[in-house]
């Protein structure tokens, strides 16, 4: 079966301080992948899909990166943190081989990211 | 423009009682119509999917219902729970092959009162 996983959970991090969350899938090959951010009370905000190595697409323009360095790590990024980028960060995969349906996105436990 | 509107923003019910939360979507052309949960702090997980020819599909006590002529959808949880208070999220998907081709809704945040 298919697994994704995040990490940190949770992160507190002053303002101006650089930024590092990491998504690893299990249990498939060659998959979409995503980060979103959720802020309190809003809707999901799509931020990169990648659908292979080294293949990001950028939704929206900001101080954060992408990066997939293999074909089941997703990475996102910040050189320096603005109090604008807390919120709820999610990680999520489809299609690959092995598992999904389509493009039913699978979510992961996401990450609560604070900036003070 | 693509968009998908829930309704209503926020419910609180009694436990044991039923009730409907709703989904507009303009997403052209349709593919699929999810509704996820999603608990505080977790991440969504997908209750039920229809496609352009269903019109109803059922997961336990939540029942998902789809009218793709005028593009509304409803999630109607029967005898709730304590554990049903969550986020609602409705997602539609358009068709095609790109991996960017969800919309999603804002949800709807459900508690549940003893």
């Known amino acids: 079966s298919q697994t994704i996983h995040q ?23 060659n998959p979409n992948l995503y980060w979103y951010r959720q802020a309190a009370g809003r809707g999901l905000q799509l931020l990169f899909y990648s659908v292979g190595i080294g293949q ?11 990066s997939r360095p293999q074909d089941r790590q997703f990475i996102l990024s910040s050189k320096k943190l603005l109090l604008s980028d807390s919120g709820f960060y999610l990680c999520a995969w489809s299609g690959g081989r092995g598992g999904g349906v389509g493009y039913e996105q699978y979510f992961g436990p996401g990450t609560r990211l604070t900036v003070t | 423009k693509n968009q998908v509107e829930q309704s209503p923003q926020s419910l609180i019910i009694l436990e044991g009682k039923n009730c409907t939360l709703q989904c507009n979507y303009t997403v052209s052309p349709f593919s699929n119509l999810r509704w996820y949960k999603q608990d505080t702090g977790r991440g969504p997980v997908s209750l039920t999917i229809m496609t352009f020819s269903e019109n109803t599909k059922s997961n336990g006590r939540y029942t998902a219902t789809l009218d793709a002529d005028t593009k509304q959808s409803s999630l109607h949880i029967t005898a709730s729970q304590l554990s049903d208070s969550a986020s609602y999220i409705c997602v539609v998907t358009l068709m095609g092959t790109g991996a960017n081709n969800l919309f999603f809704g804002t949800g709807t945040r459900l508690t549940v009162i003893p």
Do not use: D, K, M
Not at chain 1, 56 to 66: G, K, M, R, T
């Open chain 1, 56 to 66: 990001i697409s950028s939704e929206v323009p900001q101080n954060l990166s992408a």
């Open chain 1, 7 to 29: 990490w940190p959970a949770t992160l507190v991090q002053p303002v101006g301080s650089p930024l590092s969350l990491e998504c690893t899938v299990e249990g498939t090959s």
